[in-house]
């Protein structure tokens, strides 16, 4: 009406992720791609969005392109 109620912007996050096996994913975690034949991967963050960066190749797939449909879980398992 006067601009007394005002919506608040939210502030974009990154996303949540979670393994194959439903572990946790953070930044910098050392992971086995299960898809694009990338082999061991780590996860980076570019601003707001997941990026895995194949250590062999260099090549890097977003993390979206991971997502498993029957569980919306990444298609990687987590190195420990």
Request: with cysteine.
């Amino acid at each position: 009406m006067f601009g007394l109620f005002k919506k608040k912007k939210k502030e974009k996050q990154a996303p949540q992720l979670l393994d194959i096996d439903g572990e946790l994913l953070v930044e910098g975690d050392k992971v086995e791609a299960l898809r694009y034949e990338l082999g061991v991967c780590t996860l980076t963050l570019d601003g707001v969005h997941y990026h895995y960066e194949s250590v062999a190749t260099g090549k890097k797939v977003s993390y979206a392109k991971m997502i498993d449909a029957s569980t919306e879980n990444q298609k990687v398992k987590k190195i420990l």
